[in-house]
């Protein structure tokens, strides 16, 4: 359906279901072609309803009968659903439909992804398994019969039968249609098992195809973290006799909490030393840890409808990021939440893709699958912890879980909790929810007679649809150092609730030092006059990590802005606090490697357009190089002796201490290929024995202009590995000079072994031309171009993942008239295709605004 016809819906509108179900009954026979899907599900009428109307959505199923209480009906069928008369009491409905899941290259619904079966439900494909009320706060207990001659059949709940032919499962716990999952496939298990504080033994199993068995231990740990720490931190225990996670090539995102039986984006379980970076460990480690923890945040507590869902997603993002924290390193997690706050959200906050983090409307809920959705989410529920304290937290947790088990909320549910719990007053904190854009928080200061004042003032940007917005309560935690670097006033936080306000600190003996927004206690930019010395100070003595590392960062932005727009050479007091930093060998490696990443191209674009000037891509991408060349070479003397000491030999252990190492040594190692002809990473590529190490190495060489050999032996070796040659398709794009970008992507799109149908593959090629900034917008408009082709070839395949790689062409009005209009002219082309999704409709057409 086009955007234009394409219905909004908004929040405003939401009226209770008409009818409950009571339960449900599943029978699937599966067949790549002619899946039928016999259906029984008791329907109650829902006393707080309004009205007794029948309306069961349903998409591309053909209907092939339909009975209520025994008797054949005829409803009427439209594209979205049916509706049929039916009796004024309770009743039971009878269907069956005939589905394809082999032509399912939506990857929604039930599809078939290398001869497995496979569900993605959420937000809205059970409605292309059969006809249902699909909406969250329908909740049921469901039985389900799968018949296959397959061998393992999987779905949610407990196993109750199993014989020639077929399995059958049972769910006790009530839940709505997009938590419904069911696997068949000829497939393996890593089995585990996990004893509850209670005492109640649980199987856990990680299923894939073969040939990756030998992948899944790290995963099986890693949910025996989760389940261990949910219990420990926050109370809950599992509450199945059964824990499956299923992989599965073909997904759209990164995985899936159905109720018992979460299923995975393989990329997101899969690992051993030889083909997963660390970086790979430690997001599957997380994401095992997001999917399990929505077993009570999510499951046992679900949305009522869709506008609620950062009820569940920013409160799960929170505690991965909490539980990673505790696996982890804190600070350096928290360093690295905010570069990707800031990376994608507050983008997304900036543009016009903005949206509050409960959007009020939408046309297709998967565009809302966002990193304000998710990420800001998450951010909000930390500053609410701030704000309350780590006690009324947790009492308010509790009483969440308490109160609302087994329910469909609402964020006012959840603030009412907080309410109960603490007796605070969160009228005015409930904008952070409704209010979208990132508040600028202008920060002066002043010093007389010992009392030093701090002043702080929020200004609320304007987003599409939304104007003079009110002011939030803004969490601003500060400490004072004194002029010799000692801390005297420790971290205090402060609370902005008014458009301006000023907070006095006395006794003091000389003008302080302010450490402002330590830990980044609130999403917001941050805008306060200060200079190199200033920073330098604070990279040298801040107490608060966190600001020490952002100390750097603001050092080495300015020092790139004066470069690249003013032509300056690297600034000194940069390179002399990076080197102090970087050879202290008090300091984690994990935060001496992220002190030494330069910011984002994206970063430095935005740096620019927020100083009113336009940014020019090429500028950025010189000023960058040469900015890492002047560090190699004012480090030149002090990296190969660092690189020694860190580098790691011996068994490969994916543990946060090594694997800090690992990205020390492999940022030295980009620097050190500037000036040793490439030596030392051929020397590291030839040792490696962890995919760490291995493209590290290659990374190196290729961003030092080599590496051509290593990286035909890559593929050779490789070439059996998918997800390595994701990789493999990926670091070549991501690496390619800006003028040669939108060609290799051009070529490696060619390759037999790239397939349009596979996202991760898509996203490799494609997803890695549009971060390579200075590529995508080369100013001959290739990037735009190939990536145009690219999105109108798979978007009638998969408007999903077409839609979602749209948000490419978000900051197009930050740049220069010829790339502005170069790229409208791209985006005009994609609205006005005559069979657009209705994902990639909305998607354009806000982009356009
Ligand atoms: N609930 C999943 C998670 O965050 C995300 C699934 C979303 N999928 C989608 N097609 N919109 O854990
Ligand atoms: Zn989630």
């Not at 209480?69 to 005939?98: H, I, M, N, R, S």
């Not at 569940?312 to 924290?325: C, I, M, N, P, Y």
Request: charged share 25%.
């Amino acid at each position: 359906m086009k955007d234009a016809e394409s219905p909004t819906i908004y929040l405003a509108d939401y009226t209770p279901p008409n009818w409950l179900v009571e339960e449900v009954h599943l029978t699937f026979r599966l067949a790549p072609r002619s899946t039928r899907v016999l259906s029984r599900v008791r329907f109650a009428p829902n006393p707080a309803a309004m009205s007794r109307a029948f309306f069961l959505e349903g998409e591309e199923l053909t209907l092939i009968s339909a009975r209520i209480d025994g008797a054949e009906v005829k409803p009427e069928v439209t594209p979205e659903g049916l509706t049929c008369a039916v009796p004024d009491g309770p009743f039971l409905w009878e269907a069956e439909v005939e589905i394809a899941p082999e032509a399912n290259t939506a990857l929604e619904g039930l599809y078939l992804s290398n001869g497995m079966y496979t569900t993605q439900c959420e937000a809205q494909g059970f409605r292309k398994i059969t006809y249902y009320p699909d909406r969250p706060d329908v909740m049921s207990v469901f039985t389900v019969r799968i018949e296959s001659d397959l061998p393992v059949l999987l779905s949610n709940g407990n196993r109750v039968a199993q014989g020639d032919g077929f399995a059958e499962w049972h769910d006790p716990w009530p839940k709505p249609a997009y938590l419904f999952a069911l696997v068949a496939g000829d497939l393996l298990a890593l089995p585990g098992s996990f004893t509850t504080r209670s005492g109640k033994a649980v199987e856990l199993n990680v299923w894939v195809r073969k040939g990756d068995e030998d992948k899944c231990d790290f995963a099986m740990e890693a949910l025996k973290k989760s389940m261990k720490w949910d219990e420990d931190v926050y109370g809950r225990e599992y509450d199945l006799d059964i824990f499956n996670i299923v992989a599965v090539d073909d997904f759209n995102m990164g995985a899936m909490e159905n109720k018992g039986l979460n299923i995975f984006n393989s990329s997101a379980v899969l690992a051993s030393p030889e083909t997963a970076t660390d970086a790979n460990f430690e997001r599957i480690e997380a994401i095992i840890a997001h999917e399990y923890f929505h077993n009570w945040t999510g499951n046992r507590i679900t949305c009522r409808d869709w506008f609620q869902l950062c009820l569940k997603e920013g409160l799960t993002v929170f505690r991965d990021a909490q539980f990673t924290a505790d696996m982890r390193s804190e600070p350096v997690k928290r360093i690295s939440d905010v570069l990707d706050l800031r990376g994608r959200q507050f983008r997304e906050d900036g543009g016009p893709l903005a949206h509050p983090v409960r959007p009020e409307s939408f046309k297709e809920i998967n565009n809302f699958y966002t990193a304000t959705v998710y990420e800001k989410g998450a951010e909000v529920i930390g500053m609410l912890k701030r704000l309350v304290g780590d006690d009324g937290y947790g009492k308010a947790v509790q009483l969440y879980f308490d109160r609302h088990d087994g329910q469909a909320c609402t964020i006012e549910d959840w603030l009412k909790v907080f309410e109960d719990a603490t007796g605070r007053d969160l009228t005015q904190f409930k904008r952070w929810y409704s209010q979208a854009g990132t508040p600028v928080v202008t920060m002066t200061d002043s010093y007389a007679d010992g009392t030093y004042t701090v002043t702080l003032k929020q200004t609320l940007p304007d987003t599409p649809g939304q104007t003079d917005k009110q002011p939030q309560v803004i969490p601003f935690a500060i400490g004072l150092l004194d002029p010799s670097g000692a801390e005297v006033v420790p971290t205090t936080l402060l609370e902005l609730t008014e458009r301006e306000q000023s907070f006095a600190f006395e006794g003091l003996k000389a003008r302080p030092v302010p450490s402002p927004l330590r830990g980044f206690s609130a999403p917001v930019v941050l805008d306060h006059a200060t200079d190199n010395a200033a920073r330098a100070f604070l990279l040298a003595h801040d107490t608060d990590p966190f600001n020490r590392w952002e100390a750097g960062r603001q050092l080495a932005k300015s020092a790139l802005v004066a470069m690249i727009g003013g032509g300056q050479s690297p600034d000194a007091a940069y390179l002399d606090g990076l080197r102090a930093l970087v050879t202290d060998e008090t300091l984690d490696p994990a935060f001496r490697a992220l002190a030494l990443s330069l910011p984002s191209e994206d970063d430095l674009a935005q740096a620019f357009a927020d100083a009113g000037r336009t940014p020019d891509p090429q500028a950025i991408w010189e000023g960058r190089e040469a900015m890492r060349s002047a560090v190699a070479e004012v480090l030149a003397d002090a990296l190969p002796a660092l690189y020694a000491r860190h580098l790691v030999t011996g068994p490969y252990s994916p543990e946060a201490g090594p694997a800090g190492k690992r990205a020390l040594t492999n940022a030295l190692l980009a620097l050190i290929s500037r000036t040793d002809g490439g030596a030392a990473a051929r020397a590291q590529y030839a040792a490696a024995d962890n995919m760490t190490q291995q493209l590290g190495a290659l990374s190196a060489l290729l961003g030092a202009g080599q590496g051509a050999e290593e990286l035909a032996a890559f593929a050779d070796q490789w070439r059996h590995e998918r997800l390595v040659m994701d990789k493999w398709f990926m670091i070549q794009v991501a690496q390619a000079r800006p003028e040669a970008a939108a060609a290799t992507a051009a070529a490696l799109a060619e390759r037999d072994d790239f397939t349009l149908t596979n996202p991760n593959r898509f996203r490799a090629v494609f997803g890695a031309l549009a971060m390579n900034q200075a590529g995508f917008h080369h100013a001959s408009g290739d990037g735009y171009r190939l990536l145009a082709d690219w999105l109108i070839r798979l978007d009638p395949l998969n408007p999903q993942t077409t839609a979602r790689m749209c948000s490419a062409f978000q900051t197009w009005r930050r740049y220069d008239a010829d790339r502005k209009e170069m790229m409208q002219a791209q985006l005009e082309r994609i609205a006005a295709l005559p069979k657009l999704s209705r994902d990639t409709g909305e998607m354009v057409g806000r982009i356009l605004g």
